[in-house]
T-cell receptor
Framework: EAGVVQSPRYKIIEKKQPVAFWCNPI?????LYWYLQNLGQGPELLIR????????DSQLPKDRFSAERLKGVDSTLKIQPAELGDSAVYLC?????????????FGPGTRLTVL | GDSVTQMEGPVTLSEEAFLTINCTYT??????LFWYVQYPGEGLQLLLK?????DKGSNKGFEATYRKETTSFHLEKGSVQVSDSAVYFC?????????????FGKGTKLSVKP
């Protein structure tokens, strides 16, 4: 069974440029999460989807961050414009449903560097 | 709000040494507790969990006991191997707070030398 797929694995951009990250969850997993992981810190939830609905986006900085999961499968997280402080690892995870959120399956992450 | 505090790393041990990584938590409700592990170049994986007080989670020789009286969930292993080198994250899920989302500690990096 394929795991959570993320791309790209690494991205280097200059500040004020836009950037997008893509995630494909495990097949059949209805719940999808985007996390931010700063260096030396644990993951922090940005947004959680149940199918195509964003059920918790309270931690998403909506002035520059956006996300979508149009068909309830794969998802895209976008930053526009990027700032120096956005340099971090962006993790995607999925679970089979909200009741199974204890066992989240994580992708390898996208490491973003903003110059 | 809910939070998790782990001992700071890095922790460096020789093979077959005993491992303890301390974790304490603060929660408004009655959380479930977890240890996740991140091997180099890979995503986080659930290592073990405990859902109520005095429960013991175990997996791959690792154990942790949910201690409500001390609000702790320390990770232990009797004899570590080089392959255990990874970053370990303690986490909680509080159904009464944090909207049921996972709250992670900062992680503890473990290096095991042969």
């Amino acid at each position: 069974e394929a795991g959570v797929v993320q791309s790209p694995r690494y991205k280097i951009i200059e500040k004020k440029q836009p950037v997008a990250f893509w995630c494909n969850p495990i097949s059949g997993h209805n719940t999808l999460y985007w996390y931010l992981q700063n260096l030396g810190q644990g993951p922090e939830l940005l947004i959680r989807y149940e199918n195509e609905e964003a059920v918790d986006d309270s931690q998403l900085p909506k002035d520059r961050f956006s996300a979508e999961r149009l068909k309830g499968v794969d998802s895209t997280l976008k930053i526009q414009p990027a700032e120096l402080g956005d340099s971090a690892v962006y993790l995607c995870a999925s679970s089979s449903g909200p009741q199974a959120a204890d066992t989240q399956y994580f992708g390898p992450g996208t490491r973003l560097t903003v110059l | 709000g809910d939070s998790v505090t782990q001992m700071e790393g890095p922790v460096t041990l020789s093979e077959e040494a005993f491992l303890t990584i301390n974790c304490t938590y603060t929660a408004t409700g009655y959380p479930s507790l977890f240890w996740y592990v991140q091997y180099p170049g890979e995503g986080l994986q659930l290592l073990l969990k405990a859902t109520k007080a005095d429960d013991k989670g175990s997996n791959k020789g690792f154990e942790a006991t949910y201690r409500k009286e001390t609000t702790s969930f320390h990770l232990e292993k009797g004899s570590v191997q080089v392959s255990d080198s990874a970053v370990y994250f303690c986490a909680l899920r509080d159904y009464g707070g944090s909207q049921g989302n996972l709250i992670f500690g900062k992680g503890t990096k473990l290096s095991v030398k042969p």
